[in-house]
């Protein structure tokens, strides 16, 4: 047994928990709680601190602390409740502080108090903000304890007020996670999504190039798709939306007229699955554009263009979307050299009479021109920002002024079609 640490001038220490993980970036509950177990179990000087659980009639071990080679127990493993010393401390038949164990006949009882064996031991509920009681906060060691006093019950008591927090707010966040991935499976299996079209035109032409495939959710709540792709996203379960809104969309390129492309958002993540390519080989690849979105920085832009690297052999064109809206966009224009950047709505929306983002748009064209690129951007909402790009010497647009977004089971091709 370690040298008991009970000294008076120790700080806090659930404080110090926290200023530690301030320190040093540990920022989840499963790094607060061990950094809180460790900190139980060295302050008392003994060998093993663990929080467990106790449902359905077993104790489950949830975290665990103790000395290197101290125990043979390994976080998932349970045991009968009646068993423990935790079933017999919640429902009082065990004090929660015990200097030494065998001295306690209900605590001889209990198998483990010789096969272990146990000398001090404390243990104090984990209380839930409801009532409800999730389990114990134990420390233990295998030789008796004399000095253990109700200072550090209470100690273990604040611990413990601190524990049932962190794991109150994860319970909360599971909750939220598995209501989340409801809604996105349900979204999947009732198809509750739908596809609009939006035309890209040349500026000079005045003629249509593509369509740009553009999702709309009819599921609750209501809101955007970037939201829905974002909760996809957070409940693991994106690429199956993003590739379920592809393949929406490539159902509707027979009937798009065929000197026009279908431009299509993908992100880097599901490129890279490979299940992308298996898709759109299916069509004629030569009339598709894919955009890459900004999902998130790439970390490895190597295997990223191997991805991409098939497709645009058999003809797919590719354009980095919402170009200037963040950094990420800038580093997939330099590392994938793409046959078109699209110009976020932010640097498109008053060009007319901002010099500033004139000064930016005429940099984007000149580069690139550079890497043999085109321009197209985004968001046109008025003559007067048309006639700025034109000016500039933007190749191409899109936006509500010159067309808006259409049901493409309904759309109108008759004006596009020579």
């Known amino acids: 047994m370690s040298e008991p640490s009970h000294l008076p001038s120790t700080p806090p220490l659930v404080d110090q928990v926290l200023d530690h993980s301030s320190v040093w970036g540990v920022s989840s509950a499963d790094e607060l709680l061990e950094e809180a177990l460790h900190a139980v179990r060295t302050h008392m000087g003994m060998e093993v601190a663990f929080i467990s659980e106790v449902k359905d009639d077993r104790r489950f071990f949830r975290y665990i602390e103790q000395q290197n080679g101290a125990l043979e127990l390994n976080v998932g493993d349970s045991d009968p409740a009646e068993e423990s010393y935790c079933k017999r401390v919640l429902d009082g038949r065990l004090p929660e502080l015990i200097q030494n164990a065998v001295e306690l006949p209900e605590a001889r009882k209990i198998q483990a108090t010789q096969d272990i064996p146990v000398g001090a031991h404390i243990s104090v509920p984990i209380c839930f903000s409801d009532g409800r ?83 709309r959710f009819g599921g609750e709540p209501r809101r955007g798709p970037d939201q829905w792709l974002d909760e996809a996203h957070t409940v693991g379960l994106r690429e199956e939306l993003e590739l379920a809104l592809i393949a929406q969309a490539l159902r509707h390129l027979k009937d798009i007229p065929a000197e026009h492309y279908l431009s299509l958002n993908a992100s880097p993540r599901v490129i890279q699955s490979g299940r992308l390519y298996d898709l759109l080989c299916q069509y004629p690849l030569n009339r598709i554009m894919l955009e890459v979105t900004e999902e998130a920085a790439v970390e490895d832009y190597d295997l990223l263009h191997k991805a991409l690297s098939g497709l645009r052999d058999g003809g797919v064109r590719l354009a980095i979307d919402d170009a200037g809206a963040g950094y990420a966009s800038f580093r997939h224009i330099v590392r994938l050299r793409p046959d078109m950047i699209k110009l976020d709505r932010t640097l498109i929306d008053g060009i007319a009479t901002n010099a500033e983002l004139r000064a930016l748009a005429v940099a984007m064209a000149r580069f690139a021109d550079e890497i043999g690129a085109k321009v197209v951007a985004e968001g046109i909402e008025n003559e007067h920002d048309l006639e700025a790009l034109l000016c500039i010497g933007v190749h191409a647009a899109q936006g509500y002024y010159l067309g808006e977004p259409e049901r493409a089971d309904t759309y109108d091709f008759s004006a596009f079609v020579p």
Do not use: N
Request: glycine share 4%; aromatic share 10%; with cysteine.
């Open 133 to 215: 009681i999730f389990g114990t906060l134990c420390c233990f060691d295998r030789e008796a304890d004399e000095t253990l006093s109700e200072r550090d019950l209470g100690l273990m008591r604040t611990f413990a007020s601190f524990v049932s927090k962190q794991i109150e707010r994860e319970e909360a966040r599971h909750e939220q996670w598995l209501k989340g991935r409801k809604r996105i499976e349900q979204v999947l299996d009732r198809q509750e999504f739908h596809v609009v079209l939006q035309p890209i035109y040349d500026l000079k032409t005045k003629q249509a190039l593509g369509f740009e495939a553009l999702a």
